[in-house]
């Protein structure tokens, strides 16, 4: 990606822009920190740090790969029964806390008065319902002319996107503030915006590309 084009020009020129969700249009990363580690309390301060670092590092993958990885730091077998109800717990912990997380500035009117009227589609690592659910609660449905949660990984949300609506690459932007998201784009061909925050800023330091700390910036 060239240097001298900036965030603000990258999406103008965009058809479709492919959002993330949490860390993106919410200040929600840290609810879901809380949430993970709460979850493993009893197992004491060492597995709870462990969870905090691997969650910041990996914000873009799903819950249904995170909590294996967060059982195994427990010493604890992950069976698909013990993931399943974990999520269950999880998604119930969540759920108003991501909903009431303050908005990054500028994602709220920029979504809702879509001035460029682009195509806005989310990809998110969140499961599909409970998306659905957040957005529906948001009155964001109507601004969004898709919607893609787990199961659907983000490589083949964008992947089938692009395909159905008969676009480019080079004419899309992803917008997003984890690896998977970076990863999914360029596998996609797909330019790439990184939203920076607190807990993403060894991506950001390793980042040569386009870097924002909110979207009053586009």
């Not at 200040?27 to 009893?42: C, R, Y």
């Not at 195509?119 to 957040?134: C, D, G, Q, Y």
């Not at 784009?185 to 990184?194: M, R």
Request: net charge neutral.
């Amino acid at each position: 990606m060239g240097t001298k084009i900036n965030a603000s020009d990258l999406i103008k020129k965009a058809k479709v822009i492919f959002w993330d969700f949490d860390g993106v249009i919410k200040e929600s990363v840290g609810v879901k920190t809380k949430a993970f580690q709460k979850l493993f309390v009893e197992y004491g301060n060492e597995v709870s740090e462990k969870i905090r670092i691997h969650h910041e590092a990996n914000g873009g993958m799903s819950r249904f790969k995170k909590f294996p990885i967060y059982l195994e730091f427990a010493n604890i077998e992950a069976t698909d029964e013990k993931v399943n109800r974990l999520c269950e717990k999880f998604s119930d912990l969540v759920l108003d806390g991501v909903i009431n997380s303050p908005w990054i500035p500028g994602a709220e009117i920029f979504i809702r008065t879509n001035p460029n009227q682009q195509i806005f589609i989310v990809v998110s690592a969140t499961p599909t319902e409970e998306l659905l659910e957040i957005i529906d609660r948001l009155n964001l449905r109507s601004s969004f002319e898709s919607i893609f949660g787990a199961p659907t990984s983000k490589i083949e949300a964008i992947k089938a996107s692009l395909h159905r609506l008969s676009i480019k690459a080079a004419d899309a932007v992803m917008i997003g503030d984890a690896s998977a998201d970076l990863e999914a784009a360029s596998i996609n061909k797909v330019p790439f915006i990184l939203r920076r925050h607190y807990s993403n800023y060894k991506l950001a330091d390793s980042f040569a590309g386009i870097i924002i700390n909110n979207l009053t910036e586009i």
